[in-house]
Every structure is written in structure tokens, then in C-alpha cells.
């Protein structure tokens, strides 16, 4: 496919999340695509990366697998390939066998760490398909940059000495993502049992994000994770939401394609007041 990437060339552009929880009657194609991973989708174009997911017990994040839901997250060179995919017949595929099914179409706004050895990028005004000017859109980047909603993508390699060690703290500290204020929806994901774990999360706005990250299991959870060196490897991305539709845990979401927005930078709550060697504070792989 010409446009994926060499193996070590950073990711840009634009992400698709699509979360499936399939009927019952389904749930064996379901099976069979996390069996045939990314292969079906090597020919969709301007896509340059694909991962299809499982998850834990009712889409959370457990030692429990779920029989019935499951995370495809690709990431495009443009926006128009984007967008031409929610409309393909693989798509399709997933909403027609699904109970529920939640998409989205998001630019990313600020990453830091690497997924399988590849580091991600803000997506750039070229992928998003039009020039930007800051003082455009309801007083520019930095008013656009605190709308709501967003997403966060958390994922980690956990060292496998340290697995047992990991899944002691991550429980709580999921559990505490499902019922925060301002959390819209949180889905536990993972490429392989036990030790490639991800999340993803929508919020309502960066202040109920900090408020979930600056306390209770979650904080004990980064700390112990800083501390004992539980990943080998770890990205989180934060990303603007630019569409989304469908249905997820009995709530429907349906929002039309936003106003194209720069890359934010990071924000300064989340990193400009953290010391070289502190552990981060934002949503994290536990």
C-alpha cells in the first residue's frame, strides 16, 4: 500500500476510533476479525496504520475478556480518507452486526511516547485539508484548543515481570474513569492479553480530565506505575473530536464535522508545571 510508512517514521494526520459491542449472534465474526488483525485493511487507502482490539468484560479494562466487544483505531494521511472509510463497506460490517457502535474522526492535538516503536504527530493543517489562520474560528487556536469534546488514547507495553504487579492497581483506577464527572465515554482496549493495554476515553472538557488524573486510584496507580517501571514502551494522545455518531452504553452521540482546528500545543496544565523526572498527572494506562 503506498501510503503506509517506513517502521520508524512518526505518525501524522488523522485518527478513526470505532468501538463495536456485538450481538450475540455475531460475536464469531467478531472473533475471527481480531484473529485477522490489520491484513483486511492493507489495501483501504491513505490508511497508514490499523489495529483491531479486544477488550475486558463489558468494554472495561479486566483480567476478564469480553466475548462481544472489540476497538478497530487506524490512523490516515488526510481527513477525505478518513471520512471515505466511515463510509466503507468494512464499516459497515462492524455497525450492521453490533448491538452498539461508537465512531469518530479526530485530529490529534498533542502525543508524547511511541506505539511499537513509532512516535506519533499533531496532525498538520495539510491533513486536515485546509490552510489555518489563528485568527479564524471564534477567536482561534487557543480558544478553539479548551472546546469540548476531546479524547484521550492511553496505550502501554507492560513489562512481563511486572504484569501481576501492574493489574493490582489498574482495576480501581479504570473503575474510577467509568463514573468520573465529565468522562462522556471510556472503553478498555488491548492488542494482546495481560500486557498491550490501551485505553480510550471522551471528555467534556480538560478540567474534568485533571480532576480524574490529580486524584484517588488513579493517582496511586501513576505513581506506582512511575515508580516500579511497569511499561516498556507507553504513548498517550490527546485529540480534538472533529465527528462522531452512534450509540454507547444506552447513549447516543452524534456530533456533525466541526471546524477544522491547528494543532493545539500541550497544554501547560498538563505538562508546563512538571518537573524533568515527575510522573505525569494525565489519564494514564492505568
Known sequence: MPSLRTPHDPLTG?????????????QGWGWLRLMA????????????????????HGGGFSLRPSAS???????FSHLDWALQFLDSAAVQAYRSRARECWTGVLSVQSARGQWDKQSWQASTPEALGEPWDAHDHEGGLHS????????????????????????????????????????????GLGEAPLVRQCTFS???????????????????????AYKHQFFSESLFVRMQVLQMA???????????????????????????SRLAGEPSLEVSHV
Not at 69 to 75: K, M, N, P, R, Y
Not at 158 to 164: E, H
Not at 212 to 221: E, I, K, S
Not at 249 to 270: E, K
Open 202 to 224: 471522551l471528555w467534556k472538557d480538560t478540567e474534568a480530565m485533571l480532576h480524574y488524573a490529580h486524584q484517588g486510584a488513579h493517582q496511586v496507580a501513576s505513581t506506582a
Open 14 to 26: 488523522v485518527v478513526v476510533v470505532l468501538l463495536a459491542d456485538f450481538m450475540r449472534q455475531h
Open 144 to 187: 478553539a484548543q479548551n472546546k469540548g469534546p476531546f479524547a484521550v488514547l492511553t496505550r502501554a507495553s507492560i513489562v512481563p515481570t511486572k504484569a501481576m504487579a501492574f493489574w493490582r492497581y489498574a482495576p480501581a483506577a479504570q473503575a474510577d474513569l467509568a463514573q468520573a464527572p465529565g468522562c462522556l465515554l471510556a472503553m
Open 37 to 56: 488483525g490489520a491484513t483486511p485493511y492493507k489495501d483501504v487507502p491513505g490508511l497508514t496504520m490499523a489495529k483491531v482490539m479486544g477488550s475486558g
Open 246 to 272: 452512534g450509540a454507547w452504553q444506552g447513549r447516543s452521540f452524534d456530533a456533525p464535522a466541526l471546524a477544522v482546528q491547528a494543532p493545539a500545543p500541550a497544554d501547560a496544565a498538563l505538562t508546563g
Open 69 to 75: 466487544h472489540q476497538g478497530l483505531i487506524c490512523t
